[in-house]
Nanobody
Framework: QVQLVESGGGLVQPGGSLSLSCAASGVIFSPYYMGWYRQAPGKQRELVADIASGGSTNYANSVKGRFIISRDNAKNTVYLQMNSLKPEDTAVYYC?????????WGQGTQVTVSS
């Protein structure tokens, strides 16, 4: 059974930074595209960044230049460094593989950007 555990969220002021982690267990995730998703209240879950096994990355326009996704295949962990945070980044953040068929979602980690 695959389990995803996200951590690192919190309350931060606009312009601040946070670093998120997502650890996967029950699977060797190195072959998979991995992504960070977020879901704000009343909105659909959206993909904000993804990373291939070899390290190439893609970002949603809304976070490009501010967020950095990375991975450590040896640790089965994917990271999201979030800089210059804005109130509109407030959401629950999740990781998962970037395929039509997803692994079971983790509990996510809440990010709140507010003064």
């Amino acid at each position: 059974q695959v389990q995803l555990v996200e951590s690192g969220g919190g309350l931060v002021q606009p312009g601040g930074s946070l670093s998120l982690s997502c650890a996967a267990s029950g699977v060797i995730f190195s072959p998979y595209y991995m992504g960070w998703y977020r879901q704000a209240p009343g909105k659909q879950r959206e993909l904000v960044a993804d990373i291939a096994s070899g390290g190439s990355t893609n970002y949603a326009n809304s976070v490009k230049g501010r967020f950095i996704i990375s991975r450590d295949n040896a640790k089965n962990t994917v990271y999201l460094q979030m800089n210059s945070l804005k109130p509109e980044d407030t959401a629950v953040y999740y990781c998962n593989r970037v395929t039509l068929l997803k692994w079971p979602w983790g509990q996510g980690t809440q990010v709140t950007v507010s003064s």
